[in-house]
């Protein structure tokens, strides 16, 4: 299986197509009004369009109600649905009914407790996405997309039951060991490939995809 990279909070139709260029296989769209990288229904609608076929488009929401599902499902039609909320179990059950389309939740870690408490939710989901869990004390944090690493060994001490992605604080610096050292065959990135908040870099987003794919490729040939 070839490495999966997915470049999240994506706002241009010109870095959709840098993106895709260069080997992205998933394209993020956030719809978290308090990101940098929110977009509206209509701007999402439209920068759809610009995805080419074969890369997934990833609708990113937090705690969404039914209005937005709706909303999405009518006007954008995600390939994937990424939660990264507090969705319960039963949210996600219930979300995933309603808008028949795969949905992956976000688990946040800073222990291996958060990492076996994924299990709850393998029923229940397609994927799950492992991202750090910010600090009580960090001002301003998001949900997620801010930066942060969290130990990647974690997620080696159980190997979850469905597909899952690494996220969280990836750069092109650290993507290729994070990816051995969690076992990663699926990696997500936003601020590790900006110049400033929610303004991707199209030159970062290259070398993170080049970093990670060729890792992977190096790592088979030794297999
Ligand atoms: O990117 C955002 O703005 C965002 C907002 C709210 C929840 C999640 C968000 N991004 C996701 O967070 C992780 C980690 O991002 P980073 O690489 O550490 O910046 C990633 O899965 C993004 O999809």
Redesign the pocket.
């Given at each position: 299986m070839s490495l999966h990279v997915?470049i999240?909070?994506l706002k241009t139709e010109e870095m959709i197509r840098a993106a895709a260029a260069a080997g992205a296989d998933s394209i993020?769209f956030?719809f978290?009004e308090?990101?940098?990288?929110?977009l509206t229904m209509g701007e999402a609608m439209k920068l759809r369009r610009a995805v080419p076929e074969g890369v997934w488009v990833v609708a990113?929401l937090?705690d969404p109600d039914n209005a937005l599902l709706d909303d999405l499902v009518t006007y954008v039609h995600p390939d994937v649905i990424?939660l990264?909320?507090k969705e319960s179990p039963q949210r996600v059950a219930e979300i995933r009914a309603r808008t028949h389309i795969p949905v992956m939740k976000?688990i946040a870690v800073s222990g291996p407790e958060d990492v076996t408490g994924a299990e709850a939710y393998e029923p229940f989901v397609d994927m799950l996405?492992f991202?750090?869990k910010p600090p009580k004390t960090m001002a301003g944090a998001?949900?997620?997309?801010?930066?942060?690493?969290f130990d990647w060994e974690l997620i080696g001490t159980r190997k979850p039951r469905k597909p899952w992605?690494l996220?969280?604080?990836?750069t092109p610096l650290n993507v290729a060991e994070a990816i051995r050292t969690a076992g990663a065959t699926m990696v997500?990135?936003?601020?590790?490939v900006e110049s400033a908040p929610?303004e991707k870099d199209a030159a970062l987003v290259e070398a993170f995809i080049r970093a990670a794919k060729q890792d992977a490729d190096m790592v088979k040939v030794k297999e």
């Open positions: 997915k999240c909070g993020g956030v978290f308090k990101s940098p990288r929110y990113l937090v990424q990264h909320g976000a996405l991202d750090a998001l949900p997620g997309g801010n930066g942060l690493a992605m996220s969280g604080g990836l997500d990135v936003s601020s590790g929610g």
